[in-house]
T-cell receptor, first 115, second 112 residues
Framework: AQKITQTQPGMFVQEKEAVTLDCTYD???????LFWYKQPSSGEMIFLIY??????QNATEGRYSLNFQKARKSANLVISASQLGDSAMYFC????????????FGTGTRLQVFP | NAGVTQTPKFRVLKTGQSMTLLCAQD?????MYWYRQDPGMGLRLIHY???????AKGEVPDGYNVSRLKKQNFLLGLESAAPSQTSVYFC???????????FGPGTRLTVL
């Protein structure tokens, strides 16, 4: 069974608009972490935001926020005020438990921002 | 700080050849990882290490070996390359208490 599911292969958004990228996860471990990474066309993996399973508040980092709904097992990334430079692949990932920090990645969503 | 570096950036091999990919980090991180990324898929963990002298298998370890003789270096070896190992390989590292994994720039490997 897929541990991390990203159901949107591609998304389009107009510049300055907000966009939500979906991510659902599956784990029975009460302690886990959820990550979002950005991969531009140049290929590097850029860390965006992190949410721990015990965190009470949704994580925010500048224009990025994570809509964490624990009961639904979803961790959607919200990008506000999209910019052309946001065009990239976005990957959701999960770390189960503690101790090894192994990440399980979803298949990614390609976001394209148009003027 | 260079962060995480990978050598080489590109490589073309013939089936059956061997090679070693080098990953180095200067952040004194305990944990290091090797992932592969194939088209249409996310990154998949090949092997990882939780400290100098230790290694463990990840999700897709077959055909690869690793070594962590020094804390700052993590080597990924292909003893007999196969076309199925054509991929982009990423190395990453993280600290014991850290949340973020820091990634290298990737190595694009083609096996003919």
């Amino acid at each position: 069974a897929q541990k991390i599911t990203q159901t949107q292969p591609g998304m389009f958004v107009q510049e300055k608009e907000a966009v939500t990228l979906d991510c659902t996860y599956d784990t029975s471990d009460p302690s886990y972490g959820l990550f979002w990474y950005k991969q531009p066309s140049s290929g590097e993996m850029i860390f965006l935001i992190y949410q721990g399973s015990y965190d009470q508040q949704n994580a925010t980092e500048g224009r990025y926020s994570l809509n964490f709904q624990k009961a639904r097992k979803s961790a959607n990334l919200v990008i506000s005020a999209s910019q052309l430079g946001d065009s990239a692949m976005y990957f959701c990932a999960m770390r189960e438990g503690k101790g090894t920090d192994k990440l399980i990645f979803g298949t990614g969503t390609r976001l394209q921002v148009f003027p | 700080n260079a962060g995480v570096t990978q050598t080489p950036k590109f490589r073309v091999l013939k089936t059956g050849q061997s090679m070693t990919l080098l990953c180095a980090q200067d952040m004194n991180h305990e944990y290091m990882y090797w992932y592969r990324q194939d088209p249409g898929m996310g990154l998949r963990l090949i092997h990882y290490s939780v400290g100098e002298g230790t290694t463990a298998k990840g999700e897709v370890p077959d055909g690869y070996n690793v070594s962590r003789l020094k804390k700052q270096n993590f080597l990924l070896g292909l003893e007999s390359a196969a076309p199925s190992q054509t991929s982009v390989y990423f190395c990453a590292s993280s600290s014991l208490l850290g949340d973020e994994q820091f990634f290298g720039p990737g190595t694009r490997l083609t096996v003919l």
